[in-house]
């Protein structure tokens, strides 16, 4: 298969698989970008030939205000006017993701204003669309479920971070995750070594959430395409350490949704640093001989293995785009 170009249509395996993957997180570790450099790179993705794979913008929610002030004239509604008219949108509102936290020194209510007065004043196109229609916060214990969910609003689709993922039992947290539409959200890596999951813990967080039917997303070390030794920062000199695939996480996933695969072979397939066994074709999506129909990618992807966090979208992006041009 010919490496995929601005003119070179992606299979269709490969457009389910990545469909709105990558949440954009540009203002978090490693890359931690100030607000202007982010939004402006959020708006020149929008524009680019690699669109499709991109979901929403991650931003705390105390800097709504900031994200209005950088971002606005880039925003769809204002291009006429923007000052980078060639960058600013026309189309849909700008999709945000906002991360919350519910401390004693950040209430939950006080971000939820914060995202409302967003909300409101950017359902104005002459203010720029955009809207925040998800939240991002973690859990501490496995009671905060349920008062989370009697507090954010209905229309504000939720993913709650879950503790201890790789070095504690998670059940219970998921368990109180079923049947409410929320999602359970992993954390996969960081900027040390130490905070980098291996393949095990994802795997069995995956078959959980499968099995109690909770949707889920993940959250950091998940740059690059294949599995490897990748550098953890944008340093000179940086750590080196181990990081996931995000082909083989989001296969996996898509695999252990439609029970295609058990535990044993997931872990198989994540450890796959070479990528030419995975089968992404117009009209099924797989490793080796575990495979599914592309509808049933489509279907698991929107309902089950939702997205993934990342401050960088030109890395997975360009590997993807290598690893099917070996394929």
């Known amino acids: 298969m010919a490496q995929p170009t601005t003119s070179t249509p992606l299979p269709e395996a490969a457009k389910a698989l990545t469909a709105g993957l990558i949440d954009y997180a540009g203002l978090f570790p490693p890359a931690k970008l100030d607000m202007g450099p982010a939004i402006e790179n959020f708006a020149r993705y929008l524009r680019g ?43 849909e509102p700008w999709r945000i993701s906002a991360i919350v936290p519910h401390t004693d020194q950040t209430p ?27 939240i991002e916060t973690p859990l501490k214990e496995v009671a905060d479920v349920d008062g989370l969910l009697d507090t954010v609003p209905e229309q504000l689709a939720i993913a709650m971070e879950v503790p201890g993922v790789g070095g504690g039992d998670t059940r219970g947290y998921i368990a109180a995750l079923a049947g409410t539409g929320a999602a359970a959200k992993i954390r996969c890596g960081g900027v040390t070594k130490e905070a980098m999951l291996p393949a095990e813990p994802i795997a069995k967080f995956i078959a959980a ?51 295609a695969i058990d535990e044993a072979t997931a872990l198989e397939l994540m450890a796959d640093a070479d990528g030419s066994s995975f089968v992404l074709t117009d009209e099924k999506i797989g490793w080796k001989d575990h495979t599914v129909p592309v509808a049933t990618a489509v279907e698991q992807r929107s309902r089950f293995a939702l997205s993934y966090g990342s401050c960088s979208f030109e890395e997975p992006t360009e590997e993807l785009a290598a690893l099917l041009g070996k394929a």
């Open 108 to 134: 939950l209510d006080d971000s939820l204003e914060q995202i409302r007065a967003f909300n409101h004043r950017h359902e104005d196109a002459s203010q720029g669309l955009a809207v925040v229609d998800a």
């Open 49 to 91: 030939h690699q669109a499709p794979m991109l979901g929403r913008f991650v931003c705390p929610a105390a800097r709504l205000d900031e994200l209005t002030k950088a971002g606005q004239m880039l925003m769809p509604g204002t291009f006429a006017t923007s000052g980078y008219p060639e960058m600013a949108g026309d189309g």
């Open 209 to 259: 959430c499968r099995t109690a039917g909770v949707p889920f997303k993940c959250t950091a070390g998940l740059h690059h395409a294949l599995p490897g030794q990748y550098r953890l920062t944008y340093e000179d000199n940086p750590p080196m350490g181990p990081m996931q695939g995000f082909v083989n996480v989001f296969v996996a996933a898509i695999l252990i949704g439609a029970r």
